[in-house]
């Protein structure tokens, strides 16, 4: 047997060559393994209803997939974390159910391809427009980081689908943009800025009805696309006024990078310390993490100083780690605070 869940003991069997555990728990590389002594399983204690990725160590350094168990992860970057659920993992009731099946109901997406200038290489994205889009109508706009990731793996653009045909939202285009190295795009670097402003931007508004007002642009991403999203907002508030951020890398500063590697388990937290001195007061931001990531802690200050501040946001823990199962989870209530319907639900 793989794992084995016994209330909130997970007891994890290594395969053959197996030399250590890591997952979650260890914060996958930033902590040490958990070493495999004589081929014994090893028992974990964790929260009632969490969602636990974990993989095992080859005698090559390597992390492997788990052989003797089929639960995937949704990772769309790593093929060998596996998942074990302590109990039931407390999935949002607007996943649940099939996705609108009319044609009406359901959103179109359009692709973008063109030649960076301020990052040199092909770049590309998508741009979802609502069911029912009106070329008369100026839309919210959210420009996504991760932009493959979001469309593909997190399904926002369903997402948005499902909570538009129960009217909890109102309609929104949403921008996906992939990064082409995000280590270097998404790092607190102020060039980000100008290839959204530059490039992203002008593609998009001379083709979409979008809003061109700061407090119609949003920005969203996951931890680097998260770091990047509220650094950029609050540096040019004037230009974006809403951001989500899941799983913020917020454990970052300007002189955490030492050529192609980042620090984000050292650095400091220079952006909250900025926010302190400055504070974002105009614009509105979601907030989430998991409780089992390294980056709970800064997340939680983080949140914490927004409060402090008196900056208008929402924040939201969720019981599983740094990873797309979490992300997807917490879309629903970031879609949710962002875009609630005006004027209250209709029936």
């Not at 992390?63 to 168990?69: I, V």
């Not at 179109?108 to 009106?134: C, I, S």
């Amino acid at each position: 047997m793989a794992v084995s869940v016994a209330g909130t003991r997970v007891t994890f069997t290594p395969p053959t060559g197996a030399t250590a555990l890591l997952g979650d728990f260890t914060d996958w590389i930033k902590q040490a393994p958990l070493p495999v002594i004589g081929g014994q399983p090893m028992t974990l204690t964790l929260p009632r209803g969490a969602w636990v990725e974990y993989a095992w160590l080859g005698e090559d350094g390597q992390p492997f997939a788990d052989p003797d168990n089929p639960q995937r992860s949704l990772n769309p970057w790593w093929n060998y974390p596996r998942a074990a659920e302590v109990g039931e993992y407390p999935r949002h009731w607007l996943w649940q159910g099939d996705a609108p099946a009319s044609p009406s109901q359901r959103g179109e997406a359009h692709r973008l391809a063109w030649d960076g200038e301020v990052f040199p290489g092909k770049r590309r994205g998508y741009v979802y427009t609502p069911p029912n889009y009106d070329l008369a109508q100026t839309y919210p706009v959210y420009y996504v980081q991760d932009g493959v990731a979001f469309y593909r793996t997190g399904r926002l653009g369903e997402l948005l689908d499902r909570a538009l045909a129960h009217n909890l939202i109102d309609p929104a285009v949403l921008v996906f943009v992939e990064p082409l190295d995000r280590n270097a795009e998404y790092y607190l670097n102020d060039r980000y800025f100008d290839f959204l402003l530059q490039e992203v931007l002008p593609q998009v508004e001379v083709r979409f009805p979008v809003s061109r007002e700061a407090g119609g642009r949003g920005l969203w991403g996951a931890s680097l696309g998260g770091l990047i999203s509220l650094s950029t907002a609050w540096q040019h508030p004037d230009v974006f006024g809403r951001v989500v951020s899941h799983s913020g890398a917020f454990i970052a500063s300007p002189q955490g990078r030492h050529g192609p590697q980042i620090d984000t388990t050292t650095a400091g937290e220079w952006l909250r310390e900025q926010l302190q001195l400055r504070p974002p007061t105009t614009l509105k931001i979601s907030l989430d993490t998991g409780t089992l990531e390294w980056l709970l802690s800064p997340n939680r200050r983080m949140a914490a100083a927004l409060q402090d501040l008196g900056v208008p946001h929402q924040y939201r823990e969720y019981p599983s780690g740094h990873n797309w199962v979490t992300w997807q989870n917490a879309l629903p209530e970031a879609l949710l605070y962002m875009q609630e319907r005006q004027g209250g639900t209709k029936f």
